[in-house]
């Protein structure tokens, strides 16, 4: 089982509030990835990180944010929820040259 | 640019019969070719890989890949299926080393009837 953890696992809030999902790794991997995916849909990579003060977007263009202040720490932030926004979002991470990811258990957006 | 299909959005078979979920990809060099698992509200769970090497893969719960390079293909396989195998299952490549990001395929939901 890998070793890294998503918070909350299920979120429903009102439009136009800002939330924050947090993804943390405890495997020091330096790479890390946040996916978007609707209910039994393919994933769509959003953000990545190589590295601590790196961050890139993704395949699919997104209003969220991500910080990599820390290892560890991968934050998803969206500054004003819409309800296009409901989805699950998965996050990731791998280790160096290593090609395989290892995802968290995902957290499930419903923005009303 | 590299990309993967998955021409079968879902894959019935009775329990105890062969199961094949089918990956075909397209990259510009050497692909790095994986097999993901994603039961209900649950996070992936990585199955198998192909680097370098052998063309069959043998990977976790029994299932193995095989890599064909000729037909571009990393068709997910396994001898004998089982109820709890039913699950969405989803093929990913990575484009040569140093690119770590992977591209998903679309996933197969695969059902395993009793």
């Known amino acids: 089982e890998a070793d890294i953890y998503q918070t909350p696992r299920y979120l429903v809030i009102g439009t136009g509030k800002k939330i924050t999902l947090e993804c943390s790794q405890t495997m020091g991997h330096d790479k890390m990835y946040w996916y978007q995916q609707d209910p039994g849909m393919e994933l769509h990579l959003i953000h990545y990180?190589?590295?601590?003060?790196?961050?890139e977007k993704g395949d699919l263009s997104s209003e969220s944010t991500v910080s990599r202040i820390r290892t560890e720490h991968f934050p998803l932030t969206l500054e004003s929820a819409r309800p296009s926004h409901t989805s699950q979002y998965l996050c990731a991470s791998s280790e160096g040259r290593s090609h395989e990811q290892y995802f968290g258990p995902g957290t499930r957006l419903t923005v009303t | 640019a590299q990309s993967v299909a998955q021409p079968e959005d879902q894959v019935n078979v009775a329990e105890g019969n062969p199961l094949t979920v089918k990956c075909t990809y397209s990259?510009?060099?050497?692909?790095?070719l994986f097999w993901y698992v994603q039961y209900p509200n649950r996070g992936l769970q990585f199955l198998l890989k192909y680097i370098t090497g052998d063309n069959l893969v043998k990977g976790s719960y029994g299932f193995e890949a095989e890599f064909n390079k000729s037909q571009t293909s990393f068709h997910l396989k396994k001898p004998s299926a089982l109820v709890s195998d039913s699950a969405l299952y989803f093929c990913?490549?990575?484009?040569?080393?140093?690119?770590?990001?992977?591209?998903f395929g679309t996933g197969t939901r695969l059902t395993v009837i009793p």
């Open positions: 990913a490549v990575s484009y040569g080393a140093g690119a770590n990001n992977l591209f």
């Open positions: 990259v510009s060099g050497n692909p790095y």
């Open positions: 990180s190589y590295g601590v003060n790196s961050t």
